[in-house]
């Protein structure tokens, strides 16, 4: 089932005559699956390219043309739909509906709902994703009309190198809806109860070189992580993603810090915490290393080498034993075992003055490293524990930043 992190937003969206506009159209299904409420209003150039049907389709309400402004469909049809909207995104956006638009022209009922909806704020966002040849893109007039609806607060995302419609390979394509779905995500959830929060969070499994091929590393997929950054983003906060190499694209609007041994990590951790509200340690950081890299490969003709290991630098302990700014007002480890598992985490919790560990057996195939599901129990000071049953991570983590928001009052 999709999640429905955008239930009963109000969606504005607004498809102009481009080639571009079979995005519109996924575009608007996955924020319907998504939960939003997606009005869409199609310029009389859009609907050579597409049928309103094709959107009331896949929205399950009515799309929207110019016959309307002459219709019975509402009183004041533009002013109606322009106040209802949460947010009015415009994908694909023409370089002439971004001339009508800088210019502040209201010959269609798109350009007409927009002027009444008015600039882009952070309570109610203005998304354009233009799509054009790449001539018409780089034309001084585009590029102004661009500037001037930055200006007044629209956010602008794309157009990207590639191949379009003309036959050229330039920038001038639109972004991706699942990109755009990303954006939206973000900009419709930044009044959430975190507002105002800054949250450090890890991710990934780091790599401690033995030489320039091989590593000593662990199954981490960074999901539970990136989940975790995910759920804290719904709930308003701003997010520092300190990660290790994944497989997965992060979150939009996280700030990303990619990192790859333990030492960047800690690196990386002790200077994004300073004035964080709190740090989730979900990273899986190597507890060993080799005391020195090899600068070439080893080889096999050389015999089987002996590997002399350290310990690495315990991250969390470090940041619990800062002052002031410096340290998190809320620490929270994780503990991945395969015996134990309470003990270890009561131990961890401790030993690093903690105010949360969420522990999961890893050894257990439904909750273990790279499976999108995850079983924890939620270890507390005092001796409290929660155990949750088997949920996805994304489910997972929803409920650590419920709790944390509880713990940040």
Same mark, same amino acid.
């Given at each position: 089932?999709?999640?429905?992190?955008?239930?009963?937003?109000?969606?504005?969206?607004?498809?102009?005559?481009?080639?571009?506009?079979?995005?519109?159209?996924?575009? +608007?299904?996955?924020?319907?699956?998504?939960?939003?409420?997606?009005?869409?209003?199609?310029?009389?150039?859009?609907?050579? #390219?597409?049928?309103?049907?094709?959107?009331?389709?896949?929205?399950?309400?009515?799309?929207?043309? !110019?016959?309307? @402004?002459?219709?019975?469909?509402?009183?004041?049809?533009?002013?109606?739909?322009?106040?209802?909207?949460?947010?009015?995104?415009?994908?694909?956006?023409?370089?002439?509906?971004?001339?009508?638009?800088?210019?502040?022209?209201?010959?269609?009922?798109?350009?007409?709902?927009?002027?009444?909806?008015?600039?882009?704020?952070?309570?109610?966002?203005?998304?354009?994703?233009?799509?054009? !040849?790449?001539?018409?893109?780089?034309? /001084?007039?585009?590029?102004?009309?661009?500037?001037?609806?930055?200006?007044?607060?629209?956010?602008?995302?794309?157009?990207?190198?590639?191949?379009?419609?003309?036959?050229?390979?330039? %920038?001038? %394509?639109?972004?991706?809806?699942?990109?755009?779905?990303?954006?939206?995500?973000?900009?419709?959830?930044?009044?959430?109860?975190?507002?105002?929060?800054?949250?450090?969070?890890? +991710?990934?499994?780091?790599?401690? /070189?033995?030489?320039?091929?091989?590593?000593?590393?662990?199954?981490?997929?960074?999901?539970?992580?990136?989940? @975790?950054?995910?759920?804290?983003?719904?709930?308003?906060?701003?997010?520092?993603?300190?990660?290790?190499?994944?497989?997965?694209?992060?979150?939009?609007?996280?700030?990303?810090?990619?990192?790859?041994?333990?030492?960047?990590?800690?690196?990386?951790? @002790?200077?994004?915490?300073?004035?964080? !509200?709190?740090?989730?340690?979900?990273?899986?950081?190597?507890?060993?290393?080799?005391?020195?890299? +090899?600068?070439?490969?080893?080889?096999?003709?050389?015999?089987?080498?002996? @590997?002399?290991?350290?310990?690495?630098?315990?991250?969390?302990?470090? $940041?619990?034993? %800062?002052?002031?700014?410096?340290?998190?007002?809320?620490?929270?480890? #994780?503990?991945?075992?395969?015996?134990?598992?309470?003990?270890?985490?009561?131990?961890?919790?401790?030993?690093?003055?903690?105010?949360?560990?969420?522990?999961?057996? $890893?050894?257990?195939?439904?909750?273990?490293?790279?499976?999108?599901?995850?079983?924890?129990?939620?270890? #507390?000071?005092?001796?409290?524990?929660?155990?949750?049953?088997?949920?996805?991570?994304?489910?997972?983590?929803?409920?650590?930043?419920?709790?944390?928001?509880?713990?940040?009052?």
């Amino acid at each position: 089932m999709p999640e429905k992190y955008l239930l009963q937003k109000n969606i504005l969206l607004g498809v102009t005559g481009s080639i571009a506009v079979y995005k519109a159209a996924d575009l +608007a299904s996955k924020l319907t699956q998504a939960g939003a409420l997606v009005d869409v209003i199609l310029t009389p150039a859009a609907t050579e #390219f597409i049928s309103p049907l094709t959107f009331q389709s896949v929205t399950g309400r009515l799309a929207y043309t !110019d016959r309307a @402004l002459w219709g019975a469909e509402a009183h004041v049809l533009h002013v109606g739909l322009g106040h209802a909207a949460d947010m009015l995104v415009i994908a694909p956006a023409t370089a002439n509906t971004l001339a009508k638009l800088a210019q502040g022209l209201a010959d269609n009922l798109l350009v007409l709902s927009a002027l009444s909806y008015g600039p882009g704020t952070a309570e109610r966002p203005l998304l354009i994703a233009p799509a054009m !040849d790449g001539g018409m893109l780089s034309h /001084p007039s585009t590029q102004a009309n661009i500037e001037a609806l930055r200006q007044r607060g629209a956010l602008i995302i794309g157009p990207e190198e590639g191949h379009l419609a003309s036959g050229l390979e330039a %920038r001038g %394509r639109m972004t991706e809806p699942v990109v755009l779905l990303g954006h939206i995500r973000y900009l419709l959830t930044r009044q959430g109860p975190l507002r105002g929060r800054h949250l450090v969070i890890t +991710a990934g499994g780091t790599q401690e /070189p033995i030489d320039p091929i091989r590593m000593i590393t662990n199954h981490s997929s960074g999901k539970q992580g990136y989940a @975790l950054a995910q759920a804290a983003l719904d709930a308003g906060a701003e997010v520092t993603l300190i990660s290790a190499p994944v497989a997965i694209s992060p979150p939009q609007g996280v700030k990303l810090v990619s990192v790859t041994t333990s030492a960047e990590m800690e690196s990386a951790v @002790l200077d994004a915490c300073q004035g964080a !509200d709190a740090l989730l340690m979900a990273a899986a950081v190597a507890d060993f290393r080799p005391v020195q890299s +090899a600068s070439q490969k080893l080889k096999k003709r050389a015999g089987v080498p002996t @590997l002399h290991l350290e310990s690495t630098p315990d991250i969390l302990l470090a $940041v619990s034993r %800062r002052k002031g700014r410096s340290k998190p007002r809320l620490l929270v480890g #994780f503990a991945a075992e395969t015996e134990d598992l309470l003990a270890n985490a009561a131990a961890k919790l401790k030993s690093k003055h903690l105010d949360l560990v969420v522990a999961n057996n $890893v050894s257990d195939p439904t909750s273990g490293f790279g499976v999108d599901t995850n079983q924890v129990t939620l270890v #507390f000071p005092g001796g409290i524990t929660e155990r949750l049953p088997l949920l996805s991570k994304s489910e997972v983590a929803e409920r650590v930043i419920a709790e944390l928001v509880k713990l940040l009052g």
